[in-house]
């Protein structure tokens, strides 16, 4: 049974349609890439499969449960968590703080309890700092854990968010292009980066415009155009599909493998 | 217990000031005042520098507390500590109430909704002639006493708001340093992603308004037993300016830099008297110069200079160790 589930979802910003009549099944423990041109929809999809935007019509059931109508965090209180194509970090906090904020559904003291630092506290943070050193060693960014997060180069700041979407134990990780930006090192190691979190269990969502990266790391595909469905399978299916190489790949594909 | 060594050096030096100097019109007449503004001034800096959520409305709540404590007082015969609680009470009920509606806003939008519950509470508190006193204000209110110890000096009132302080900032670095002080400072970073990371963020807002309101109202309950006369004066939007004022001088989202901030902007009117007409024209320049020359604040801002400065030395007796 597939984790996530998307069904006839619609969506239009004032006359303009972002996505049409969208279906597509996510099996567990895949990498799952979504591709398509500047303007497909592709970050669109996202924000409504983190509860940001509200489809306009459709469903989305994430392991059975419905997602539209849920705030974000509520949708990451199912098992969701994502990374942001423009680096949404906590920039006023520390490396550690910023991944320790991942652990929030995972602990429970308030306000109160923490006001008065009652002896659960201590207990928790003792936890959320561990768990939050685990999430960063997997990105390993151990090195960086002192720092401030305002202080770190662009492509760290890219492990960083993974790091953070990561302490939150997510079931399934949507990542908004992760190697948007970064070198040819640096993608490498995100490369290897998503498929290690994907054999750890977690399911990822990709949207990345990178080919080579996206070939490689993919179980399977989605090719979105004008927010419709253009093609959808194996990464050999997509780079042998003729109304792909028309669309969207032309050449490309050739060069980057 | 590095955590709370700036919480043991503030506590000497509210202790021991007034050892050296019980009879100093500064300690314990202008320090009454000051700590009364660092309490407020932390309160406001929970809600504005740590969750970035400006008030320009802060002192509404402060009132709402010293004049529920001085009419529950003076005109029904209630006990000084019930009536305060009766002020909490209130102000709980009132800010979370407003809460909702108003923090769905951000930025300017929300500065425009906070600055007009802070006049509307004051043309309460003004209006309200029956119960208030009206622009004339409120007197013979009684003064407080803690277990049978009448709080009718100067200095003992500096005990009391000492206290009080150092139990605020305690809190305070308590809630920085917790879940729900993180979820406070992420929503303030990123509010997407703080709801991503499963942060309620609604519900967070809420609850530091909420709670910086409740502060402020404790503030008012011990202003109006410490003055025995209150005015809506104390409670206008020029006050709320000057909390947001010693918050953003002290530097935002640092619990201490809230109390020096409402230190200096309480002593320097003080020590500008004796420039008499000029006072508030020097104060104006001095405020100006300070945003200049330290813009992250005054307590952060020398706070960093004086890490940089340690850290030099530190590499430059490396560097002699090295040779």
Redesign the interface.
């Known amino acids: 049974m597939a984790l996530l589930e998307v069904e006839a979802l619609t969506k239009s910003f004032g006359g303009v349609t972002a996505i049409a009549d969208l279906s597509f099944d996510v099996p567990p423990g895949q990498v799952y890439s979504v591709i398509g041109p500047n303007g497909a929809g592709k970050t669109t999809l996202f924000n409504m499969l983190s509860g940001i935007y509200h489809p306009d019509d459709g469903s989305i059931r994430f392991m059975d449960q419905g997602v539209v109508g849920r705030q974000p965090h509520q949708v990451a209180a199912l098992g969701v968590s994502r990374t942001f194509q423009n680096l949404q970090m906590f920039f006023n906090m520390s490396v550690l703080d910023n991944v320790m904020v991942g652990c929030h559904l995972r602990t429970r003291t308030g306000l109160f309890s923490a006001a008065l630092r009652l002896p659960r506290i201590k207990r928790e943070e003792k936890l959320s700092r561990q768990w939050a050193r685990e999430a960063l060693a997997i990105c390993h960014l151990d090195k960086f854990i002192g720092q401030e997060a305002g202080s770190l180069p662009y492509g760290v700041l890219k492990r960083l968010e993974i790091a953070r979407a990561l302490a939150v134990e997510p079931k399934l990780l949507l990542m908004d292009e992760p190697a948007a930006g970064l070198n040819d090192t640096e993608t490498l190691e995100m490369r290897k980066l998503i498929r290690r979190i994907c054999e750890s269990g977690i399911t990822v969502l990709l949207v990345e415009h990178n080919m080579g990266l996206v070939m490689q790391v993919s179980d399977r595909i989605l090719v979105l155009d004008y927010g419709s469905r253009l093609a959808e399978g194996t990464p050999v299916e997509i780079q042998n599909d003729r109304r792909v190489i028309e669309a969207y790949l032309g050449g490309e594909v050739q060069y980057a493998l | 217990m590095r955590r709370l060594a700036g919480l043991c050096l503030l506590a000497t030096i509210v202790v021991v000031l007034p050892i050296l100097f019980p009879d100093n019109y500064y300690v314990t007449v202008v320090g009454v005042t000051a700590l009364l503004h660092a309490i407020l001034a932390v309160s406001l800096n929970l809600l504005m520098g740590y969750a970035g959520q400006i008030s320009l409305g802060h002192a509404a709540f402060f009132g709402i507390g010293a004049y529920t404590s001085a009419i529950l007082t003076t005109r029904y015969g209630w006990d000084p500590w019930a009536a305060i609680m009766a002020g909490l009470a209130l102000t709980g009920l009132v800010s979370f109430l407003v809460s909702r509606p108003i923090l769905r806003l951000k930025g300017h939008y929300l500065a425009m909704a906070t600055l007009g519950l802070g006049i509307i509470i004051n043309i309460i508190l003004v209006q309200g002639d029956q119960l208030t006193g009206g622009p004339d204000g409120l007197g013979g209110i009684p003064t407080l006493s803690l277990f049978g110890w009448a709080l009718d000096t100067d200095l003992r009132w500096y005990w009391m708001m000492g206290a009080t302080l150092l139990g605020v900032v305690w809190?305070a670095l308590?809630?920085i340093?917790?879940?729900?002080?993180?979820?406070l400072?992420?929503l303030?970073?990123?509010e997407?992603?703080?709801?991503?990371?499963?942060?309620?963020?609604t519900a967070a807002k809420t609850?530091?308004f909420v709670?910086a309101a409740l502060i402020a109202s404790l503030a008012g309950g011990l202003f109006c037993h410490q003055q025995s006369f209150i005015s809506p004066d104390s409670f206008n939007f020029f006050f709320s300016i000057e909390l947001v004022t010693m918050v953003v001088l002290g530097g935002m989202?640092s619990t201490y830099g809230a109390v020096f901030g409402a230190l200096i902007l309480t002593l320097l009117p003080e020590l500008l008297v004796v420039f008499e007409d000029f006072e508030v024209m020097i104060f104006g320049a001095i405020l100006m110069l300070m945003m200049i020359f330290l813009p992250q604040g005054l307590f952060v801002g020398l706070q960093n200079l004086v890490l940089r400065w340690l850290n030099r030395r530190r590499s430059a007796a490396f560097g002699a160790v090295g040779e």
Request: glycine content about 14%; proline content about 0%; overall charge positive.
């Open positions: 809190l308590n809630i340093d917790s879940r729900s002080g993180r979820a400072r992420a303030h970073g990123s997407v992603a703080a709801e991503m990371m499963g942060i309620n963020t609850g530091v709670l989202a």
